[in-house]
């Protein structure tokens, strides 16, 4: 069963919302300052802890989402450049010299 801590006078309850001992009232019994109880075993952030709040996410950029969107090359297309190559021996190079020698061929770009 989950437990709620005060975390300004550290009672203990089975229940989430406001600790009655720490919550600020006015004289007629509204809400000045609230204390919230949090969960029993769960860190608190504050600002001092080094945590960043921030999603660790890389935002999608254009370029980002044109490369997934790009269609991909069916089996057929991939053996006939692979073999294009292999023709060529080509082994060892960059990416660049591949792609020249498909477009040299005469074959779709990568």
Same mark, same amino acid.
């Given at each position: 069963?989950?437990?709620?801590?005060?975390?300004?006078?550290?009672?203990?309850?089975?229940?989430?919302?406001?600790?009655?001992?720490?919550?600020?009232?006015?004289?007629?019994?509204?809400? @000045?300052?609230?204390?919230?109880?949090?969960?029993? /075993?769960?860190?608190?952030?504050?600002?001092?802890?080094?945590? =960043? !709040?921030?999603?660790?996410?890389?935002?999608?950029?254009?370029?980002?989402?044109?490369?997934?969107?790009?269609?991909?090359?069916?089996?057929?297309?991939?053996?006939?450049?692979?073999? @294009?190559?292999?023709?060529?021996?080509?082994?060892? /190079?960059?990416?660049?010299?591949?792609?020249?020698?498909?477009? =040299? !061929?005469?074959?779709?770009?990568?």
């Amino acid at each position: 069963m989950k437990m709620y801590i005060c975390p300004q006078c550290d009672e203990e309850v089975r229940f989430k919302g406001l600790c009655r001992t720490c919550t600020e009232y006015d004289s007629e019994g509204g809400i @000045v300052k609230a204390v919230r109880r949090e969960e029993a /075993g769960k860190h608190i952030h504050d600002e001092n802890c080094g945590h =960043n !709040h921030e999603p660790l996410q890389n935002k999608l950029t254009a370029e980002m989402f044109r490369q997934r969107r790009r269609p991909k090359l069916s089996k057929k297309q991939m053996a006939n450049y692979h073999q @294009v190559l292999t023709d060529n021996n080509f082994t060892d /190079g960059t990416v660049d010299e591949a792609r020249q020698i498909l477009l =040299n !061929h005469g074959g779709e770009e990568e």
